[in-house]
């Protein structure tokens, strides 16, 4: 299968300032993160609030620079593009955000807000783009009279809508879906997580799928990644992941969700520990001072991603 | 009816008065806790699932909010008919209440400990040096492992997690006999939900206090509750203990429910959505007010029963005549089981 997007050893770091003279230190986001999507797949990107998962789907697209490493998008590289030359590019790559509401421009109406990639990326008429804005509004199950209107009026469920519409105007391969339902009811979430797949299957879209919820990620994805504090420990075809995790972080988060049957109540999970805070980052393992299994080696040098069976990567000692 | 209730809610109506009109927030809830219990009370943005809890802590900004109708019985006593200065004394020391957002509910500019400590003093008349030694015995309970560090911390030094442990230990300072929690753990990573959720339990069932738990999130009403009453549109449509629940839902929306939540290993089939949007306050539709979105009644139109067409989102659609006139009241369906559904099996219509 080709490859569509593959990235090696990418990093981002954010400066933090702490003084004038004092030497510049770095929040390290996303430290040397690497994977591939085939065409057509999604790859699911699970992690805990501030393991750097959006920072990932933000630097792909470039919204943020990276400090080091290697995007190729189809066969070229990202980040040694200028500005001009990244345009083409930005037609066929786009981002579907978490809160619609934060996300859609409220002073604008819903045919100005499709029509805005249309205008950057295409040369279509009046008339033309028109069409195309009520197009893409029946392709994602909305009525096309609805783009007079403006975000205000439409529930969260819709607007979301408004904002996949808004990603597929200007008809491009990959999608980062950056946490694209947790804002959303459970009975809407269904709905976009079904219209996110029949697109998906009708365009041959290739998704980047970021989210905090495993089961949803499960739903949705052909191959998933656990990312913590900007590394992945875990990388895997979804079915291997699912029925056998290895990482004792992607065993926590397994054990952490709520079950659906009240069956037999779960005892209090085995990890203590919280999301550590960037500047507490440890030597060794990052994950090592909430591990259960952590041993000295764990303490003093860090684990590289390893390959233990077919498409599975680790990165623990263990 | 078993007067064992710590608290009884009664018919109770909030409404809102706004541009658009009245807009009815909650329309109507009945339900009772009992002492040493864990209520959930599950349901969707905008259902009326929060003004309930704010209505009982009587903390609605008056207006635009307005108590139309109800009774909110605590340990006998109507709590609607209180005045400011009695509620005041129920407030922290009988009911307490955490929210979802802890920052937004912590004051930034108050270390964690004089937030507790305020409580204390003001419930207990207890001195400075008293309510410090209280203050932090009680972060010591809620499982922070420093808690004289963390008495002298700001909020914003801490993590969501450890923050919603200082709202706790501030609610339960005073040893209330009923806790409202709001979506306590919607904000936080899951690792951290789970232990939050533990600690509640824990407590609660130590000082043998009732627990009014809202949340959307049917996974942890499985992990905390025993009984549950479900909302939809302003009205509780079912209420069960959790195992009834979980083990046969009743109502078409309670099911709908179930089945639209992604679980882990059932990724193979397609989601089953639940069809349309859930109606705004003002736009309630008539009748049963699920009827424009629930499967069941448009089978049930299928098998030659009175039906008329209603106008959808997804277009013309046939429903029974009754679902779209009349609005089915709560009825027991059998035993710690009541369901409002026309159709629901063991629905008796009168």
Redesign the interface.
């Known amino acids: 299968m080709d490859t569509l997007l593959s990235i090696k050893n990418m990093k981002t770091w954010f400066p933090i300032r702490t003084g004038l003279f004092k030497p510049t230190r770095y929040l390290r986001a996303v430290d040397g993160v690497e994977f591939d999507i085939p065409k057509g797949r999604t790859l699911g990107l699970v992690g805990?609030?501030g393991s750097g998962k959006t920072t990932v789907g933000r630097t792909i697209l470039r919204l943020v620079p990276a400090h080091a490493g290697r995007v190729r998008f189809d066969g070229t590289d990202l980040l040694t593009l200028g500005d001009r030359q990244m345009l083409p590019f930005r037609r066929r790559m786009q981002i579907i955000f978490q809160d619609p509401m934060l996300s859609l421009n409220p002073r604008m109406t819903v045919a100005s807000i499709i029509a805005e990639p249309l205008l950057v990326h295409t040369s279509l008429s009046r008339r033309e783009r028109k069409a195309r804005i009520a197009e893409l509004l029946s392709q994602v199950g909305m009525q096309p009279d609805y783009m007079r209107r403006y975000p205000h009026e439409f529930?969260?469920?819709?607007r979301q809508r408004i904002g996949i519409a808004r990603a597929l105007a200007s008809n491009p391969d990959f999608i980062v879906c950056d946490e694209p339902v947790s804002a959303l009811?459970?009975?809407?979430?269904?709905?976009i997580?079904?219209l996110m797949?029949d697109l998906q299957d009708q365009m041959g879209l290739t998704f980047l799928f970021i989210a905090?919820?495993?089961?949803?990620v499960?739903?949705?994805s052909d191959e998933v990644a656990v990312m913590y504090q900007g590394k992945i420990l875990e990388r895997a075809d979804?079915d291997e992941l699912?029925a056998n995790p290895l990482h004792p972080y992607t065993q926590?988060?397994?054990?952490?969700?709520?079950?659906?049957?009240?069956e037999k109540?779960?005892a209090?999970?085995a990890?203590?520990?919280?999301?550590p805070?960037f500047a507490a980052r440890a030597q060794g393992c990052a994950y090592h001072p909430r591990c259960h299994q952590a041993q000295s080696q764990c303490r003093t040098t860090p684990p590289e991603l390893t390959h233990v069976a077919d498409n599975h990567w680790v990165r623990c000692w263990k | 009816m078993n007067d064992n209730a710590l608290i009884r809610v009664e018919n109770m109506k909030t409404y809102f008065d706004t541009d658009e009109g009245e807009l009815r927030a909650v329309d109507g809830v009945d339900f009772h806790i009992e002492p040493g219990e864990v209520f959930a009370l599950v349901g969707?943005?905008g259902c009326g699932k929060s003004v309930t809890a704010y209505t009982i802590m009587k903390i609605l900004p008056c207006p635009p909010g307005r108590i139309a109708a109800g009774r909110v019985l605590f340990e006998g006593k109507d709590l609607l008919r209180y005045s400011e200065k009695q509620m005041q004394r129920v407030r922290g020391a009988q009911i307490s209440m955490i929210f979802q957002e802890p920052m937004t509910s912590l004051n930034p500019v108050f270390t964690c400990g004089a937030q507790i400590s305020e409580a204390i003093r003001l419930h207990r008349r207890l001195g400075a040096k008293a309510a410090k030694a209280e203050a932090i015995d009680m972060l010591a309970r809620v499982g922070i492992t420093e808690p004289r560090q963390c008495h002298d911390a700001y909020p914003h030094q801490l993590?969501?997690?450890?923050r919603q442990r200082v709202m706790i230990a501030a609610a339960l300072s005073c040893r209330p006999r009923m806790l409202i929690a709001d979506e306590p753990t919607t904000a936080l990573?899951?690792?951290?939900?789970?232990?939050i959720?533990?600690l509640i339990r824990t407590l609660q069932a130590q000082q043998n206090m009732s627990v009014l738990l809202i949340t959307?999130?049917?996974?942890?009403v499985?992990?905390t509750a025993d009984r549950v009453a479900v909302m939809y549109a302003s009205k509780v449509v079912e209420t069960a203990e959790?195992?009834m629940l979980?083990?046969a839902p009743l109502h078409p929306y309670t099911q709908?429910?179930?089945d639209?939540?992604?679980?882990?290993?059932?990724?193979h089939e397609?989601?089953?959505?639940?069809a349309g949007?859930?109606p705004?306050p003002w736009q309630f539709p008539s009748g049963c007010k699920f009827h424009t979105r629930c499967p069941l009644t448009r089978e049930k139109a299928r098998q030659g029963r009175e039906t008329q067409q209603i106008i959808t989102e997804s277009g013309p659609t046939k429903v029974l005549t009754r679902c779209a006139s009349a609005e089915p009241p709560l009825q027991r369906i059998h035993t710690g089981h009541q369901c409002a559904c026309w159709e629901a099996p063991g629905y008796a219509a009168e």
């Open positions: 805990e609030s529930s969260g469920g819709q009811d459970v009975s809407v979430q269904a709905q997580l079904n797949n905090h919820n495993l089961a949803v499960e739903y949705f979804r699912y926590t988060l397994f054990s952490a969700i709520p079950r659906m049957t009240v109540r779960k209090p999970p990890d203590p520990g919280e999301p805070t | 969707e943005s993590s969501g997690g450890m990573d899951v690792t951290t939900q789970a232990q959720l533990s959307h999130d049917l996974g942890v499985a992990e959790t195992q979980f083990k709908g429910l179930f639209a939540v992604p679980r882990l290993g059932r990724h397609r989601l089953p959505a639940i949007t859930v705004r």
